[in-house]
């Protein structure tokens, strides 16, 4: 299997990586979710990118042509891929909101954070009513919770 670093090119002192490569491994739906993550993290800086003139594969991009990027590989590119590739990988129901403690100590994941989208998470499925929650409808009453009539003139 190839390695990442086979993978990086140089390019003005720097390693860079072409998106596509990243995200040729995962499945469609895991390629679309790691999409919008990236987008996220680029946004808020976490790592810096470059258009090619080339367009991802449709696998990849979906229905619309979107540009493929070349990324510096730095070490805080490294730890969101691989954070953000096991998350869009996990199926477990709680996969969105939860971390390791190694990544709690080193800073890459915030624990506020993480216990907001914990609550939010929770509170959104008590209003979807799903859970363990009341139906409001009344229960009906055990074995031996009634009684009979004639225990009443006793």
């Known amino acids: ?10 390019l003005e002192g720097k390693s860079v990586r072409r998106l596509s490569e990243v995200m ?12 919008a993550a990236y987008d996220e993290a680029y946004a808020k800086a976490v790592f810096e990118a470059v258009y090619l003139r080339e367009t991802l594969p449709a696998k990849i991009s979906g229905s619309t042509a ?4 070349l990324i510096e590989v730095t070490p805080a590119f490294e730890r969101w891929e691989r954070r953000t590739r096991a ?19 080193k800073g890459d994941a915030s624990f506020a954070e993480l216990a907001k989208a914990r609550r939010d998470a929770m509170l959104a499925q008590g209003k979807a009513g799903r859970g363990p929650r009341r139906s409001g409808k009344k229960s009906k009453p055990r074995g031996g919770a009634a009684k ?7």
């Open 148 to 154: 009979r009539p004639e225990a009443k003139a006793a």
């Open 24 to 35: 040729s491994s995962l499945p469609d739906e895991a390629a679309w979710r790691f999409l």
């Open 66 to 69: 979107r540009r493929d990027e």
């Open 87 to 105: 998350c869009v990988l996990d199926t477990s129901p709680h996969a969105d909101v939860s971390t390791s403690l190694d990544e709690l100590q």
């Open 1 to 10: 299997m190839e390695t990442d670093s086979q993978r990086d090119l140089e």
